[in-house]
């Protein structure tokens, strides 16, 4: 294999690893993000219920209310049934507080059940918050690592790029403005091998007199297809994780 081919694989293969570690930096972002999402909804979801239990609180209290009078209105039948002359106007009044009695134990009936109710949705705000509490513990813990992730993404990232810039300056321009074309055109792989006559790249097959050019090992060769830059895959050479 030629030299200018053989700079252009490792080229290619710090590129490749580079773009992945880009990739890495973003989704470790992306995690950070997801978590912090979950927990602003959880925090409105929070406060829609906060709303509901108060407003169901001003109701319980409001039927409070309306049994408070009940019970005066009660109390009032009571004095005047002391005061009636009649057995029929008697009769009449103890008619009156029997309905407004039964009307009143309906409505403390239903104002324990609210009230039950109204704890039940407290308590599920409680459990709400610490919810909340823990995932933002969680969103913590995750904000350390990933800080620590980026700065180690971050320093491979530089360690890369020094070594890219070193490859880089053993490329005549021309040969290194083809491959940077390349690499911004064809989802960042601009040189691939050639395995059984196909171009790994593309999948298609290589020409005969491609494969000839690239046998004498002279020139640079394009897939006829894509344009990517090819070289002879083989076996017995070191494979590309030398560049690790
Ligand atoms: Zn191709």
């Given at each position: 294999m030629n030299g200018r081919l053989e700079t252009l694989r490792r080229l290619q293969s710090i590129d490749t690893q580079l773009r992945r570690l880009e990739g890495d930096k973003l989704y470790r972002g992306y995690d950070v993000q997801k978590k912090l999402a979950l927990?602003?909804?959880k925090k409105t979801e929070l406060t829609k219920l906060?709303?509901?239990a108060k407003i169901f609180?001003?109701?319980?209290?409001?039927?409070e209310l309306d049994l408070k009078s009940m019970e005066t209105e009660i109390a009032k039948l009571r004095l005047q049934m002391n005061q009636v002359k009649t057995n029929k106007e008697y009769s009449a009044i103890q008619a009156e507080i029997g309905g407004k009695e039964a009307n009143k134990s309906v409505l403390e009936d239903e104002i324990l059940g609210?009230?039950?109710k109204y704890e039940e949705m407290n308590q599920r705000c409680k459990a709400f918050e610490k919810t909340i509490e823990h995932e933002s513990l969680q969103l913590k813990e995750?904000?350390?690592h990933v800080e620590a992730d980026l700065t180690t993404l971050d320093a491979q990232i530089q360690e890369l790029k020094k070594k890219r810039e070193k490859y880089t300056s053993l490329l005549d321009s021309d040969a290194l403005q083809q491959y940077n074309r390349l690499v911004s055109h064809k989802d960042a792989v601009a040189v691939v091998p050639v395995v059984n006559k196909v171009c790994q790249g593309c999948f298609m097959s290589v020409t005969a007199q491609t494969l000839n050019q690239l046998l004498s090992g002279k020139d640079?060769?394009?897939c006829h297809s894509c344009g990517r830059i090819l070289y002879l895959h083989?076996?017995?050479e070191?494979?590309?994780?030398e560049e690790k």
């Open positions: 927990i602003q909804q906060n709303e509901e609180q001003k109701n319980v209290g409001m039927k609210m009230i039950t995750l904000q350390k640079t060769t394009f083989n076996d017995n070191t494979s590309e994780e």
